[in-house]
């Protein structure tokens, strides 16, 4: 019984012996392709004053050039001219700390708002529960080098649903609560207006949730309307200023745009499609499934009647499915790998929150299961075997599949502290160039979550362009 009363933290613990070998791998990973465009100024300016003052107002004029010339994500490009290598390239891995510490605590926060705080779940349940979640967000990511590692991609992805996820979950205790909070009634609306002006995948479907939660409270509660509604105009004051950049009219012109309704039409469409080709016969499922009574549990408790699944799940659907419609409308296609990273992560928390819904629409009619009941257990134990075994026989079959696992592997065989080793033979030929041009050796190893992309063996590509111009060289090429 003590066992079974603690289980929540010793799967949490085991959650966080998981992560271990993703934060200490970190430590190897290395600035590259847009790190090194977006951080040149700033870094120039760093290095020859060490003044924070004037590297932070040389990063306010680089997201005005980058605005005018390139993309209106503003925020976003403002955290991307301050990454840590514009500081001290031994201080980048900060940047996938950052995120993926930050990812964690607000996938935890907002699971104890609405587990613990709505629901009524105990301590042990929410525990099991957002240890699950966020152990298969994160080792199931489609890109772990996009989405944790690499600072660009993942702080304009990843870093900002981490966000959203806070500012929900702040709304959620502002709606819930009885009194004014100031420290709630700043921070939402300054997060909504900040991440309307990150990536538009993570801002619509943030700006879509909002106007679900000033529906709710306008319509149906009929009180505390006023911050969803504040946070609402934030977020779309923030998108326009965005959407309108000059940049996004020059960059748009390397890209073939879709109807915005056949966008609309066809996000519904990627959005089942690409559950189906891409993560269907995945063994996280059984690691979901697992969870069924343990969730159970919690709805019985719970307050709430669940009457509407036919509306309420469908509607969770299409706040998943407006993921993707950015993307299809400005390109044509769902997009990046660093993009599938956030339509993963709000697929995961539809599949989830419907799951949820539909078990509390069962126990609100008492629906008899005969004897199965007294099978949970076994249940239970049978889906985690199997969640085991899947993830065993994909990780034998692919080192990859996994990113926890993928680390660990690189850690293991030394290819993470080769590829460590020869960016710092690099670094040392850099300082002895003392600015002239320069030929690099390509990387013997490319650990999956630390290597993105390098360097070519064309002088006048633009990442040999910014890299060039990152480290001060006259130009830099990468040897046969």
């Known amino acids: 019984m003590e066992t079974k009363k603690n289980l929540g933290v010793i799967i949490a613990v085991v959650f966080v012996l998981f992560l271990l070998p993703m934060l200490y791998i970190a430590r190897y990973m290395h600035p590259s392709a847009d790190d090194f465009s977006y951080g040149a100024a700033t870094r120039a300016v760093w290095l020859e004053t060490g003044s924070l003052v004037q590297t932070l107002s040389r990063a306010v004029t680089s997201t005005q050039s980058w605005y005018n010339g390139w993309q209106g994500t503003f925020s976003a490009i403002f955290l991307m001219t301050l990454h840590p290598a514009v500081f001290s390239v031994g201080m980048y891995m900060l940047g996938a700390w950052l995120v993926m510490l930050g990812f964690v605590a607000s996938m935890f926060f907002f699971m104890k708002i609405v ?13 099991i529960i957002a240890s699950v979640v966020t152990f298969v967000s994160l080792h199931f990511i489609p890109s772990p080098v996009e989405g944790l590692f690499w600072y660009n991609a993942a702080m304009f992805y990843t870093g900002f649903h981490a966000l959203a996820l806070l500012m929900v979950s702040l709304l959620l205790i502002w709606i819930k609560a009885d009194t004014t909070r100031p420290f709630i009634c700043i921070a939402v609306p300054l997060l909504a207006f ?13 700006f879509v949730v909002l106007g679900l ?28 200023i965005s959407a309108v950049a000059p940049g996004n009219a020059l960059r748009q012109v390397n890209f073939e745009p879709m109807h915005p309704l056949r966008a609309i039409i066809m996000s519904f469409y990627y959005g089942a499609g690409i559950v189906w080709i891409r993560f269907l016969f995945v063994p996280f499922w059984f690691a979901f499934a697992a969870l069924i009574p343990v969730v159970y549990r919690v709805v019985r ?32 296609t769902f997009g990046p790998l660093r993009v599938l990273n956030v339509n993963f992560f709000v697929l995961l928390l539809f599949v989830f ?3 949820v819904y539909a078990l509390g629409y069962i126990a609100r009619r008492d629906i008899n299961f005969g004897g199965l009941a007294r099978y949970k257990n076994i249940f239970v134990i049978a889906c985690a075997c199997l969640f085991i075994a899947g993830s065993i026989i994909f990780t034998v ?5 996994m990113a926890g696992v993928s680390a660990t592997h690189s850690l293991i065989t030394g290819e993470a502290r080769t590829f460590h ?14 600015g002239e041009g320069l030929i690099l050796a ?16 064309n002088v006048t590509d633009w990442r040999n362009l910014a890299f060039a111009s990152f480290f001060g060289l006259e130009a830099v090429l990468l040897r046969r």
């Open 115 to 127: 587990l613990a705080d709505y629901l009524g779940a105990e301590k042990r349940d929410y525990l």
């Open 194 to 206: 900040f991440i309307g002006g990150g990536n538009y995948v993570t801002a619509l479907v943030t």
């Open 213 to 240: 939660f000033a529906f709710y409270c306008i319509v149906i509660k009929k009180s505390r309307w006023q911050l969803p509604v504040v946070g609402l105009l934030a977020i779309s004051i923030a998108l326009i």
């Open 301 to 332: 408790g719970s307050v709430f009647s669940y009457k509407y699944p036919w509306l309420v799940i469908p509607l969770m659907f299409g706040v998943y499915a407006s993921t993707f419609t950015p993307n299809l409308y400005s390109w044509s």
């Open 353 to 355: 929150f419907s799951m």
């Open 397 to 401: 079959r692919d080192v990859n599949t």
């Open 421 to 434: 080793n020869e960016n710092n033979v690099r670094l040392e030929a850099i300082q002895i160039a003392q």
């Open 442 to 457: 390509p990387f013997t190893v490319t650990p999956h979550v630390l290597f993105f992309e390098d360097i070519t063996d």
